[in-house]
């Protein structure tokens, strides 16, 4: 289970050069809802090691001013687990340079059948739902939409990640394993970004924006 760490390990020199390069917002997939198939004794280590590297990196997130934010579903995560995350959230509040967003228990799925039933318990009719009303269900309503997906790995398919927001991304796949994705791995894949043409069902040649 070596490669845990090593990936916690290289978020931070990665956050800081996507906050150099302009990005606004990274979100990271760690843990998703359909995790909890692997073996037991690999999720209980896991459960524990997130609640040891989020309250070791909450120093370097506020010095750096990124502000963190988790989103998923936390019923079935362990109390210690869950009060660490609240804990990173309250002290990152301030942070203004760079939004990292953590899913950790998350499904695409889940969270728009989640939205749904909140909008459902709500008592939302039909006539006043529209694309804004519905964001405002997501779990973290604030979240803009993708510009660019990475994913890599060498795996070419987005498993159940942010659907709702990735409705225009640009995908990215790589053959880099994610414990050995570094810096220049990253400035290929925002430099490939830089060439493509987003249309967002417009004209060719619409100019391209910084990812976030």
């Known amino acids: 289970m070596a490669g845990y760490p090593a990936g916690i390990d290289a978020l931070p020199s990665l956050m800081e050069v996507a906050a150099r390069a302009g990005v606004q917002v990274v979100t990271l997939h760690l843990f998703s809802t359909e995790n909890w198939k692997r073996p037991e004794d690999e999720v209980a280590y896991l459960m524990s090691f997130f609640t040891e ?50 899913a950790l228990n998350y499904g695409g799925q889940a969270e728009i059948l989640d939205a749904a039933r909140r909008i459902a318990e709500d008592g939302v009719s039909p006539q ?15 979240m803009p939409e993708v510009d660019l997906f990475v994913r890599p790995g060498g795996e070419l398919r987005t498993s159940n990640f942010l659907p709702w927001h990735m409705a225009f991304a640009e995908l990215y796949f790589t053959d880099v394993l994610w414990p050995d994705f570094s810096v220049p791995d990253l400035l290929d894949a925002l430099e490939a ?20």
């Open 53 to 102: 590297a989020f309250r070791a990196k909450v120093p370097a997130a506020v010095e750096n001013g990124y502000r963190v934010r988790f989103i998923g579903r936390n019923g079935r995560l362990p109390p210690e687990l869950v009060q660490a995350m609240s804990e990173v959230e309250d002290l990152t509040r301030e942070g203004h340079r760079l939004s990292v967003y953590v």
């Open 193 to 212: 970004y830089t060439r493509r043409s987003r249309r967002l069902g417009g004209l060719e040649g619409s100019e391209s924006d910084t990812p976030g």
């Open 128 to 142: 006043e739902l529209d694309k804004m009303t519905f964001s405002r269900y997501l779990y973290a309503p604030e």
